[in-house]
């Protein structure tokens, strides 16, 4: 039997691949279960598509399930999930992300220029964002692009997440691990001692921390993509960094423990024994209820690969 052949410059190949990774990484870290369903869609060629999820999740130790509905003829996709799904994944989003890298590489440097050119020198906050930007690698590692600063959000179609003039985020970076970006509020607290300082310093983080999570929001409405939240300050004598929640640090811990690895390349022949038991795998309607929870949004990988068309 002949090798198949897997290919990240294939559009189809990467849309499939890396949307089933953002539908695992859109799904609450914290709740764990057996099988998640990820969503069901319309191919043209069960074998091929079984062939490619075992080449690219399978030889890494990730088991996507596909099971062909009788009903509708329709591909259902499951992935067998534990607590170590979320590292295991990252090297594969960021294999399969390569071709974009150099073009994210050129915005960046557009936009670092951009900022220099513009920044206060003299503003407190300013001086932050700047030690960000300057030491992104090391502060925030796997986030290397730098995409806006001083930015807003407008979709005249939705007045709830309609920005106005006095509402600005401050920074947002992006990864080279697909569509995940990094939103960056900043806070220059008050360090003096007393109590008019202490609440001071209260008010501020209170305020950055709920800054984060409104400009996180709005930078999902922007961008249609996995972002994560995180506020900046100058607390003395604490680290600096804090995340919207857990599952957002969680994402960003993958990320940073998975920056320098690569992904396992295994060129051998597909094994058709390792995926049998997907292909004619049945899913009753028992079965069907104790899978656990339909991941709350497929709207990204609909987006990519429309259900009335075929991948292969």
Request: with cysteine.
């Amino acid at each position: 039997m002949s090798s198949y052949v897997i290919d990240i410059n294939n559009e189809k190949q990467r849309s499939l691949i890396l949307n089933i990774c953002f539908q695992i990484l859109s799904f609450p870290y914290q709740e764990e279960t057996e099988s998640l369903l990820l969503g069901f869609f319309e191919f043209s060629s069960h074998d091929d598509v079984t062939k490619l999820l075992q080449k690219v999740f399978g030889e890494n130790g990730i088991i996507i399930m596909c099971h062909v509905t009788k009903a509708n003829s329709k591909m259902e996709f499951y992935v067998n999930y534990d607590k170590t799904l979320l590292e295991r994944i990252m090297p594969i989003i960021k294999d399969w992300y390569k071709p974009f890298v150099n073009e994210l590489q050129n915005q960046h440097n557009v936009k670092v220029k951009e900022w220099k050119e513009n920044y206060d020198i003299d503003h407190s906050e300013d001086i932050l964002r700047n030690r960000i930007i300057d030491n992104i690698n090391d502060l925030l590692p796997g986030f290397n692009y730098f995409v806006d600063f001083k930015w807003s959000y407008n979709d005249d179609n939705d007045n709830n997440y309609s920005v106005c003039e006095n509402e600005i985020g401050d920074l947002i970076f992006r990864s080279d691990y697909g569509g995940i970006y990094l939103v960056i509020e900043t806070k220059w607290l008050n360090n003096n001692h007393g109590d008019k300082a202490k609440k001071a310093r209260i008010d501020g983080i209170n305020d950055v921390k709920e800054r984060t999570l409104k400009y996180k929001e709005l930078a999902k409405k922007r961008f249609n993509d996995i972002v994560i939240g995180i506020s900046y300050t100058n607390e003395k004598g604490k680290d600096p960094i804090h995340f919207v929640d857990i599952t957002d640090e969680k994402i960003f811990n993958a990320i940073k423990a998975n920056k320098n690895k690569k992904i396992k390349k295994n060129e051998s022949s597909f094994d058709p024994g390792l995926m049998g038991f997907m292909a004619g795998t049945t899913i009753t309607a028992a079965g069907m209820a104790g899978i656990g929870i339909l991941l709350r949004n497929c709207s990204m990988l609909e987006n990519i690969i429309d259900s009335r068309s075929s991948i292969f």
